[in-house]
Structures are given as structure tokens and as C-alpha cells.
């Protein structure tokens, strides 16, 4: 399957064409021209983002992708480069590149595919693309260039297709079931773990090793749901060993590729269709999913219990959580993009942090990722938005012990939003003998704060498979 650039072109203007209402005026009167029609997609040929203002802290920035389709569905992220990956369902140029730096979005490149995108995953220089006919394709893309690391005339194609992957699909059929979504060929979602990907076509998850190029018959096939998924993403606490999936049927269930037989290890339902799942990056047992009811839940895998152990919703929002991420510095803060095009950064403790729109244009948004302190969320009619979180805007999510010492709240409040000179600013401004109480809860607040890497491997899922009793137990119950 190849790709071909394709450069992009704005509208040709009509200003030079008359219309029936001109020819029609006498000789004596100057028939207005007619408005250029090029002038309604000026908005989307800035290839360079404009800043939208700094609201509640949040430091937003948009970008109107040259897609004229207006019809784009996934984004995926480089995990070590600041690129940014997107697709779309056109015919035509249904690819895009965007460099992310600071406060600026720039489109490096553009790109069409024989077939529409609908998923999209980035690892290393891998990228990987789901397709309307249950084809995977496998692209080597040469960041170096993309990204003007090197010299942009050197030999060579910027991304070449290295292998096609070939998931198995239910039979079309014209009418469906009573009770049953008409199955679908479209590559729902795509997930890399290492060598390793997963592609879900309606609710069959396979599972591929990228390493050995283009295979004929997926390493593992698991059949998770009678109806389509919404979602199938890899654990990042556990490699390439459990998955977790979301379907329409509104059941949220984790995969365990360590057992033998059905692999299904772990399921919940509810009653509204389950939009996303995302696994927490930072705690390896929990799980948020978005629900079509308007509550984002977060499960506690440790627990069989049909009750969440957290739930999360809008009072005042009439939008349905469409994608779900959680901060990747921040164990307590889960953002939500919306269908009424609105994204909000939520505080499990009940509040919400941050709240901005995330589409110029209508359309619901159809990814949200994060990495670092910046949040970047894509809508369907081509907005590409990052959010990036300011020390106020953290300032007023921090959950602080005390409730007089203004002090120890300043420094708890600096602390959170990972200001630690500010922090140590407030310590060491306190004279040691006139409150030995207040100088003692600060040793001990810095004493306590978390160790990443300790508190990562405290955490670590067993590396064997429980015993099989047990784990039958669970899974009926």
C-alpha cells in the first residue's frame, strides 16, 4: 500500500464570475462581486497555530489542519519527539504531521493513504493506521527529517509502507439483528506495546508482532464482546500481557494474554455505551471509561464490585464524554473532551481544574492524549488544540492538610504544581525556633512526597498468573 505527497491547495477564489442577479441590473448600476468563496477556508490555510488567550491558568493553542474533508478521527503522539500524528476518513490527503514546541502547532507534512484512517498509533518511528477493510498498515517514518533534524534532500520517502495486517471481520450483512449493532470492517482502534500491536475490528482484539514485518496470522485472536469496541488499549504497568476494552454494549473488560483459553479476566457492565477506557499511568489499577450517560467512571481492578470506585460528571453539561486521558504528572486529575466540544480537566477530590473549548468549528472530539503538563485533544471537523497547565491553574486543584497555617498550605499548594523552589522559598523562610511544629510538618511534608520509581514498582502486577481457581471465581462473579 503506498503513500504519495500531496500538497495542499486552497479553494480557487470566484471573484471574477458574475451572477444571474448582476446580469440582470441595468447598465447604469455596478453589480457588487459576489463573495470569494476561498475567503470561508482562509481560516484553515494557517499552518501556524493562533493562540486562543490564557483562561483559568490554561494556556490554549489551535491549530485548523488543511483537511478539506473536514472529517478527522484519530491522533496519536510521539512518546520522545515533540510530533504529533493525524488522521482522517478522506480519500484524499488523510494524513497529517504536526510539530509540537512551546505555545506553537506547525504542520511539517501532509500525506494520503489508498484508504481513510480511523485509528492511529506512534512508536519509536512505527506508525500504525486501521483502515475501513480491516487492514492495518504498518508505515517507517524518518522523523529525523520530518522534524528537520537532518538534511530534508536526502534520498528516500518521509514514511513508507512496511507491512499490511490483515484482521478477521464478522460478514456484512444489510439488515442487522434486533438487539445487535450491524457489524463493521472499520479498524476501530490500534496499540502498540513494544514490539507488539493490537488492532480491534468489531469485538475481536488481534494481536501482531510488528518485529517480523508482514505476517499473514495474528500471534493471538480474543473474541471480548458480540458487539463492536469502542477502545482496546494495552496496560502500560505490564508490557504486551493485559488489555483493556470498552465496547458499545457498555461492558468494560481487561484481557489477560498470560492465560490459556478465554482470556477474559475481569468485566463490568453498565447500561450506556462505553465511548473510551484509559488505563492510569501512574496507579496500574485503575481504569476510567467514558459512558454515553454523561459520567466518566474509574474502576478499581482489585475489586469484582458492579459499583465504580469513583465517578466523575459535568452539573451543567449537556455534551457526553466522548475520550478520556489522564495527567501523566498528576494522579488525581483525569481530562474529558466532550461532544459539545468543551475539554475539562477534573480533580477526583470533585472539582473541576480546568475547562476550555476544544473546536472552533462544531464537532465533538474524537482523541485526547497528554504528555507532560500539556493536554492536546483533535475535533471531527480538523481542531487541533493544546492545553497547556499553568502553576495557577494547578494551584487551585492541590489538596492541602492544612487548613490555618498559611504557610504549610503555600507550600503544599507549591509542591503540587511541581514548583519546588517556591516551596523550598516558604521552608526556609520560616525561622527554625519560632514554630518548631509548623518547620516539623513541612520536613515531613517533603519527607512524604512521592518517589515515582519506588512507588511504581510497590505497585507492579504480579509477574505470574494467579492460581486458576481463583481467577475462575473471579471471573464468574
Not at 241 to 247: D, F, K, R, T, V
Not at 370 to 377: H, L, N, R, V
Request: hydrophobic share 40%; proline share 5%.
Amino acid at each position: 500500500m503506498d503513500i504519495y505527497a500531496q500538497t495542499w491547495r486552497p479553494a480557487s477564489s470566484t471573484s471574477n464570475m458574475s451572477g444571474t442577479r448582476s446580469r440582470r441590473q441595468s447598465a447604469r448600476e455596478v453589480a457588487p462581486a459576489p463573495p470569494a468563496i476561498s475567503n470561508n477556508s482562509q481560516w484553515r490555510q494557517a499552518y501556524v497555530a493562533s493562540d486562543t488567550g490564557d483562561t483559568s491558568g490554561v494556556h490554549s493553542t489551535s491549530l485548523g489542519l488543511p483537511d478539506d474533508s473536514r472529517f478527522t478521527t484519530s491522533l496519536a503522539m510521539s512518546e520522545d519527539q515533540p510530533l504529533l500524528a493525524v488522521g482522517s476518513g478522506s480519500h484524499e490527503t488523510n494524513m497529517f504531521f504536526v510539530q509540537s514546541l512551546d505555545d506553537q502547532l506547525d504542520v511539517k507534512a501532509s500525506f494520503a493513504s489508498k484508504f481513510p484512517i480511523y485509528s492511529l498509533a506512534l512508536h519509536g518511528n512505527l506508525l500504525l493506521a486501521g483502515t475501513d477493510r480491516s487492514t492495518s498498515v504498518l508505515y517507517r517514518v524518518d522523523r529525523a527529517r520530518l522534524l528537520g533534524y537532518t538534511d530534508a534532500e536526502e534520498d528516500g520517502p518521509l514514511v513508507r509502507c512496511v507491512g499490511t495486517f490483515k484482521s478477521k471481520a464478522a460478514r456484512s450483512v444489510d439488515v442487522a439483528a434486533p438487539g445487535s449493532h450491524a457489524p463493521t470492517r472499520r479498524v476501530a482502534c490500534v496499540d502498540f506495546a513494544g514490539d507488539s500491536f493490537l488492532a480491534c475490528v468489531g469485538g475481536v482484539v488481534s494481536v501482531w508482532d510488528a518485529s517480523h514485518g508482514q505476517q499473514q496470522q495474528p500471534m493471538r485472536v480474543e473474541r471480548v464482546s458480540a458487539q463492536p469496541l469502542t477502545r482496546a488499549v494495552w496496560s502500560p504497568h505490564s508490557g504486551a500481557n493485559l488489555i483493556a476494552a470498552a465496547g458499545v454494549d457498555g461492558g468494560a473488560a481487561i484481557v489477560d494474554l498470560r492465560r490459556r483459553g478465554r482470556a477474559v479476566a475481569w468485566r463490568v457492565s453498565t447500561a450506556a455505551c462505553a465511548n473510551d477506557a484509559a488505563w492510569s499511568p501512574l496507579v496500574p489499577y485503575w481504569l476510567a471509561t467514558a459512558g454515553e450517560d454523561g459520567a466518566v467512571r474509574v474502576w478499581d481492578l482489585r475489586y469484582t464490585a458492579t459499583t465504580p470506585a469513583m465517578t466523575v460528571r459535568h452539573a451543567t453539561s449537556a455534551g457526553v464524554p466522548r475520550r478520556v486521558a489522564w495527567s501523566p504528572t498528576h494522579v488525581d486529575l483525569l481530562s474529558v473532551g466532550t461532544s459539545d466540544r468543551a475539554w475539562r480537566l477534573h480533580s477526583l477530590h470533585g472539582s473541576v481544574v480546568a475547562e476550555c473549548r476544544a473546536a472552533d468549528d462544531v464537532g465533538a472530539v474524537v482523541a485526547a492524549c497528554a504528555k507532560g503538563s500539556t493536554y492536546y485533544t483533535l475535533s471531527a471537523c480538523g481542531d487541533l488544540f493544546a492545553h497547556r497547565l499553568t502553576p495557577q491553574a494547578l494551584s487551585h486543584a492541590a489538596a492541602k492538610r492544612s487548613e490555618g497555617d498559611s504557610v504549610l498550605r503555600m507550600a503544599e499548594t507549591a509542591v503540587y504544581a511541581r514548583d519546588i523552589r517556591a516551596a523550598a522559598d516558604a521552608v526556609l523562610s520560616q525561622p527554625l525556633g519560632s514554630d518548631v511544629a509548623t518547620t516539623r510538618a513541612l520536613c515531613d511534608l517533603f519527607a512524604a512526597k512521592p518517589r515515582l520509581a519506588a512507588v511504581a514498582a510497590e505497585w507492579a502486577l504480579p509477574a505470574t498468573v494467579p492460581r486458576a481457581g481463583l481467577t475462575e471465581s473471579v471471573v464468574e462473579s
